[in-house]
């Protein structure tokens, strides 16, 4: 038989791939045995308090101590786990004290990993809820505070993305981690298949994480049923066992005044006793050790140092009953040897060869949807990166949980099996928004809405946006998104949109005569249909086709005009900011031109009928230098409407829209403004989950509107700057600032959340 030179370049890499794959499955009974007691290194779980284990590792290896059977649970399972795959205590200190274990904590992909639709949706909508809301009425529960999609991130970048082993006595160190079956609140032994996944079933706290599916098993921490699973190290055939305990302490009867509390204290009592009846089967010849780790808690991952120290500390102090166990130099060197000749055959590569892709499918989507989403191509080397690359892609749609995936060797081939996980409470999701400015003065606006987002319209990833709100402006829209192909390249889309809002113009002006102080009621219902090509996750080419019909009224003049309007446009949006209202990197570029003919009816009786050009461009550019920040910022906007209230209005007022004037005060056709906004981040107020950074800083602004194009120019344009004031909350922007114009008006601000 003849080879293509694309299969013996396939045979090739898997001949290489799969000879150190043989050492590594060679089985435990044929490793080289030294004449002494097997030690089992038993690791409790402890959160943060984990780099007490390290610690711990350190001092043996300092003395000569071995390891021959790792068991862990929770914290202690990450620790033994990496200590397992033959790492030094050095390499794991590195490894854990490099990691921002908060990123655990954060399910969703972040702003920049959204796709374009998405984005748009969020930034809108700014508190996501995500609360699952079914068609029908019936809320869905969340199955835990976060998903672990996170942690799942981060433990398989920590153990290199190591294959799916037979058997973890393939390890360098045989080794076994411990969970809890959640349905029978029973013990689990986990001694196979994909190490992260075997840390992160152990570390998924209850409540906060969601369970991981696990052969038919719910998995939750282990802590509460066995924290400190000594039995399963003798079990393994251990001799001598080395027990690190990472315990809390009860908390006096004056703390236990909330429900919190009392919670934290009924856990800690069963945690403890599990440990304690797991310490009950150690034999007098075994080694209990305790550090002192009272002084944090589980959550504390800034003092890993001191915990680590500590370990150091019990270590050291236990060492005349450890040193018993101490080998030769030359019966330690050996020791090192065989374990480092089964770590060399277990090092994970950095990319593999995949044969072909298994779908396990948790979603109402079918497989050739995920596979389309996914993106990747069998019979050829991918990488590590690629493959997360992957999950981000589905991640961008918003509507997964947890995502896993592992390389299993099955008949000389390497299968990608990817565990992708909808959200259980969806397929509906409800999400809010709140805005709020204030200028201590004369004009208060606020806004309150919903947004209904309903996925899996359809097997390519259809959807049904439903978005309402109350306040100074009053709408309601629907829209029905259809994407026309798998990847999502080309789509379809078509809504309506009900609108009723009062524009306060303090100042208009119309052929050459100022209105002041007018209030002008706009009743608008809005329809349009088009056809979209995604060129970038980022990046959207939309061609539309709208209708329009409405009425604009002024009773303090006692002027009304109806109107139907329709016509085309062209956007183009391009977004890959990492946040929209603070932005540190990438850019935001949203253009657009239309077309309308214009049927208007004045309330003189005289019809008109008139075509209009309109057109808007805004363009973002943050540059940031540690701290500081500088966002650069253009936008501009008209038409070339007579009509005496302009259809397309253009406005200017408020906060960084020439700070200085009240929101809406500037109106005219056209509009043009550029800025500079500075800002320094004071206060980081990383929490993990939630972060609320605070900032300070100031603009400068320059622009105006004008009722003619001829009109415009730089030196009819205003300037105007701010000083400010602001927090990047869960509801929003907060700002408190002052901003003052060069034609002498100045106001204060207070706002929350998005626009209005």
Avoid at 74 to 87: C, I, K, P, Q, T
Avoid at 506 to 514: C, G, K
Avoid at 714 to 739: H, N, Q
Wanted: negative net charge; aromatic residues 12%; glycine residues 8%.
């Amino acid at each position: 038989m003849l080879f293509s030179k694309k299969d013996f370049s396939r045979v090739l890499f898997c001949i290489i791939i799969s000879t150190p794959a043989a050492n590594v499955y060679a089985a435990a009974a044929d490793r080289p045995v030294i004449e002494r007691p097997k030690i089992g290194l038993v690791l409790s779980g402890g959160g943060a308090k984990g780099a007490a284990h390290i610690g711990v590792l350190e001092v043996l290896e300092e003395n000569r101590i071995p390891v021959d059977i790792v068991t862990g649970t929770s914290m202690g399972a990450y620790v033994g786990g990496m200590y397992a795959m033959g790492f030094s205590a050095q390499e794991v200190k590195q490894r854990t004290f490099d990691t921002n274990w908060n990123i655990g904590y954060i399910d969703r992909a972040s702003r920049n990993d959204l796709s374009l639709r998405r984005k748009k949706q969020n930034d809108t909508y700014q508190l996501h809820t995500d609360l699952g809301l079914d068609i029908d009425g019936e809320f869905k529960s969340r199955p835990g505070a976060f998903q672990g999609q996170g942690l799942a991130v981060l433990l398989r970048q920590l153990t290199n993305n190591l294959p799916a082993l037979k058997t973890f006595d393939r390890l360098a160190i045989p080794y076994r981690s411990v969970a809890t079956d959640i349905t029978k609140v029973t013990p689990v032994v986990i001694s196979s298949g994909h190490l992260a996944t075997a840390m992160q079933a152990s570390m998924t706290v209850p409540g906060a994480l969601k369970p991981v599916h696990l052969d038919n098993k719910l998995l939750v921490d282990g802590g509460v049923v066995n924290n400190m699973p000594v039995d399963v190290a003798k079990q393994l055939g251990a001799d001598v066992i080395i027990a690190v305990d990472l315990r809390d302490s009860l908390m006096p009867k004056k703390d236990l005044d909330s429900a919190l509390n009392i919670v934290s204290q009924l856990t800690t009592f069963m945690t403890n006793a599990s440990a304690d009846y797991q310490k009950s089967l150690m034999k007098q010849t075994d080694i209990y050790l305790q550090p002192n780790v009272a002084f944090m808690t589980a959550a504390d991952f800034d003092k890993l140092e001191q915990a680590y120290q500590a370990g150091r500390k019990i270590a050291i102090a236990s060492l005349p009953r450890l040193l018993r166990y101490q080998l030769s130099p030359t019966d330690y060197a050996e020791y090192n040897k065989q374990k480092n000749i089964r770590r060399v055959h277990l090092s994970a590569h950095d990319s593999y060869f995949i044969d072909d892709i298994e779908i396990v499918n948790n979603t109402n989507l079918p497989n050739k949807t995920l596979l389309a989403q996914l993106d990747l191509k069998t019979g050829k080397v991918i990488s590590n990166d690629e493959l997360e690359q992957a999950v981000k892609r589905l991640q961008s749609e918003d509507i997964y949980g947890r995502i896993n995936y592992s390389i299993k060797q099955k008949n000389n081939k390497n299968i990608l099996v990817m565990d992708i996980n909808e959200k259980s409470w969806g397929p509906g999701y409800l999400n809010f928004t709140l805005a709020f400015e204030d200028d201590f003065e004369s004009r208060s606006d606020f806004s309150f809405g919903a947004q209904y987002i309903y996925t899996d319209l359809t097997e390519k990833g259809g959807e049904w946006l439903l978005e309402w709100q109350l306040g100074s402006w009053k709408k309601i829209t629907t829209e029905f998104y259809f994407p026309i192909d798998y990847q999502q390249h080309y789509f379809t889309a078509f809504g309506a949109e009900v609108s009723n809002e009062i524009r306060r113009f303090d100042h208009f002006n119309f052929n050459h005569n100022e209105l002041k102080n007018i209030d002008a009621k706009y009743n608008q219902t809005h329809a349009y249909v088009e056809m979209g090509w995604n060129i970038k996750p980022w990046a959207a080419l939309t061609l539309g086709y709208q209708g329009q019909t409405g009425s604009i009224s002024v009773a303090s003049i006692d002027r009304k005009e109806d109107y139907d309007l329709y016509g085309p446009y062209l956007n183009l949006t391009y977004d890959d900011l990492d946040s929209f209202f603070f932005p540190t990197h990438g850019s935001y570029l949203n253009s657009e031109v239309g077309y309308s003919h214009t049927l208007r009816l004045p309330d003189s009786g005289n019809r008109k009928n008139g075509d209009t050009v309109y057109y808007s461009l805004s363009m973002i550019k943050p540059f940031t230098y540690n701290r500081h920040t500088l966002v650069a910022s253009i936008k501009t906007a008209g038409s070339d409407a007579d009509d005496l209230l302009p259809i397309y209005a253009q406005d200017l007022g408020g906060l960084f829209n020439l700070s200085g004037y009240h929101r809406y005060e500037l109106n005219g056709r056209y509009s043009a403004l550029t800025s500079l906004v500075y800002r320094y981040r004071v206060i980081d107020n990383n929490f993990g989950a939630i972060k609320l950074p605070v900032y300070v800083g100031g603009s400068l602004e320059r622009g105006g509107v004008w009722d003619r194009s001829s009109a415009i120019s730089w030196d009819t344009a205003i300037t105007a700057g701010s000083v400010y004031v602001a927090v990047d909350s869960i509801l929003g922007p907060v700002y408190l600032s002052y901003g003052q114009t060069s034609t002498g008006e100045s106001s204060f601000y207070l706002s929350l959340g998005g626009t209005l």
